[in-house]
């Protein structure tokens, strides 16, 4: 098996603001890897370069991995650029010559100032730093690498398993299952694709989730993937995973803590998780980006549902339609796809939330993703979630309709202080005019709350007005045969624009629709839904 390294400690580290650093790069301070530097006094809240660097022994051909990073980057070794950090959020591998066995310099330079991906009107705050799990793996001239298994057929346990392999590798592969099956492929010119039938295989289900290895090993390599088998089907509105229709009810969530920022600890990962589960959720929207390794394992190992999507929010014209911004969508939904595909948690992908997909030439980069998306997955459902309702000219081209309405919050009037009887209405008069051969989503909808108001009036912005509207929300949700399902904006309060001309609808700099706080304590929300969620059982 190939050796790794887990590079997480304390690194060398200097805020370098508006200069890019060069190399030879200097170092005066410290830095935890994963950590956030714009979380770290006296740098809270500056958008600037930064560097973080260490010394590793190590030589010959490596894969360094990193669990995602922001807002953009580039690695170096021995001051030589090997790779570029693009995507926020988005994990990375970067294979590279590391020269002789001995002591090397590995430096990452990082920025987090807004760029062509993440502007500064994102309802979410960018954080910059390493996020996740940074590693260093020795591999052969002819290593394995993009290993891709999915379900073809769930009754019998027929899996399709795709591989590449460097130096257009040809030559024989003995596949080895945990069940103890063993199978033979080939590699041709660099390329495997193969299937399987898998005795004594396991169903992998939210009740159910049952996960298999598969050990690939030719003469140069060995590597070990996990899978799970499920297979997800569409039927009119209904979505089923191995021939069971499921209600989709869960939260969108952001990765993203007061203390850590977007670099949150396996164990406080867990934690968001543990609650989430327990309390009768099913589902995570990984709302709006590529989700850590972290968070999919977990999701795999709990059977927890997920929505992934790139980093691509509210992007308008002319950007949106510009060629140089297209190319970069493009990008990103390979190479996300690639990255967390054979995670079985992942039953829906999606791109571009909140787009101009009311205008008839949005439908060109709508189409280009699905393609470029389904060409590489040839079964998860793709969509993305619309805030234009009915005038959406998109809806044809994606599996599922999504929807973000937020009836009983923006809809606010003079001489009202409560609009809640516009939510089951609304939503109502939305699912009618979508389309009836596609599954209806909700996918975001929710009320701002602040932690410990409480008014008898239930005005906006009280515990007692969200508790009123979420439990109308999902109560329609979960009677309606129509709807499949339900994302509550959104899990916890989360740190969001700090400054502009937004700033005043954003309460303490925060996103407040949390129905948990940001410290992930309780709103009475969370107590009504998850008390209306037990009585449904």
């Not at 690939?216 to 799970?228: L, N, Q, W």
Request: charged share 25%.
């Amino acid at each position: 098996m190939r050796k790794c390294d887990i590079l997480n400690g304390i690194w060398d580290f200097a805020y370098c603001g508006d200069t890019r650093p060069e190399y030879p790069f200097s170092t005066t301070e410290f830095m935890p890897v994963p950590g956030c530097y714009d979380l770290m006094e006296p740098y809270c809240g500056k958008r600037g370069y930064a560097v973080v660097s260490r010394k590793v022994v190590a030589g010959g051909l490596v894969k360094l991995f990193i669990d995602g990073a922001g807002l953009d980057g580039e690695v170096f070794w021995d001051g030589r650029s090997v790779g570029v950090i693009k995507y926020a959020y988005l994990p990375e591998n970067f294979v590279f010559d590391a020269g002789e066995e001995k002591e090397h310099e590995l430096a990452i330079v990082l920025c987090n100032k807004y760029n062509e991906v993440f502007e500064p009107y994102f309802d979410f705050h960018g954080y910059g730093g390493i996020y996740g799990d940074v590693t260093l793996t020795a591999i052969p001239q002819e290593y394995i690498h993009s290993v891709m298994i999915s379900t073809e057929d769930y009754v019998t346990g027929k899996i399709r398993l795709r591989a590449s392999a460097a130096q257009n590798f040809s030559g024989k592969a003995r596949l080895v299952f945990d069940t103890g099956f063993v199978a033979d492929a080939e590699f041709d010119g660099g390329r495997l694709d193969t299937t399987v039938t898998l005795p004594e295989f396991k169903l992998w289900s939210e009740k159910s989730p049952d996960l298999h290895t598969v050990t690939i090993k030719t003469a140069a390599d060995e590597i070990r993937e996990t899978f799970g088998i499920r297979q997800i089907k569409l039927d009119g509105r209904k979505i089923l995973v191995n021939g069971e229709e499921i209600k989709l009810v869960g939260f969108n969530r952001h990765e993203s803590h007061p203390q850590t920022g977007a670099a949150m600890p396996p164990q406080l990962i867990a934690a968001d998780l543990r609650m989430l589960k327990n309390g009768g959720f099913n589902y995570v929207r990984g709302s709006h980006y590529a989700q850590r390794k972290t968070l999919l394992d977990l999701c795999d190992k709990m059977g927890i549902y997920v929505w992934e999507e790139t980093l691509g929010w509210d992007f308008k014209a002319p950007k949106l339609h510009s060629q140089e911004f297209m190319d970069a969508q493009l990008d990103q939904a390979e190479k996300l796809t690639v990255s967390s595909y054979n995670h079985p948690c992942i039953i829906i992908k999606g791109y571009l939330n909140e787009n101009e997909s009311e205008k008839p030439e949005t439908r060109v980069i709508i189409q280009a993703l699905y393609d470029k998306i389904r060409s590489i997955d040839p079964h998860t459902p793709i969509t993305f979630a619309s805030n234009r309702y009915e005038k959406c000219v998109c809806t044809d081209i994606v599996d599922i309709v999504a929807m973000n309405p937020y009836p009983g919050w923006y809809d606010s009037k003079y001489g009202c202080i409560n609009t809640n009887d516009r939510v089951k209405p609304r939503l109502q008069e939305l699912s009618d005019a979508m389309p009836k051969d596609k599954p209806f989503l909700i996918t975001e909808i929710g009320a701002e709350a602040l932690l410990g108001f409480r008014d008898p009036l239930k005005t906006y912005w009280s515990e007692e007005y969200q508790a009123e509207l979420l439990s109308e929300c999902v109560e329609y949700a979960l009677e309606h045969d129509d709807c499949a399902g339900i994302s509550i904006w959104h899990f916890a309060d989360t740190r969001s624009y700090v400054s502009g001309p937004h700033i005043f609808g954003r309460a303490r700099g925060f996103n407040n629709k949390g129905i948990l706080d940001e410290y992930r304590r309780p709103k009475l929300a969370w107590n009504a839904v998850t008390a209306l969620l037990a009585d449904k059982k």
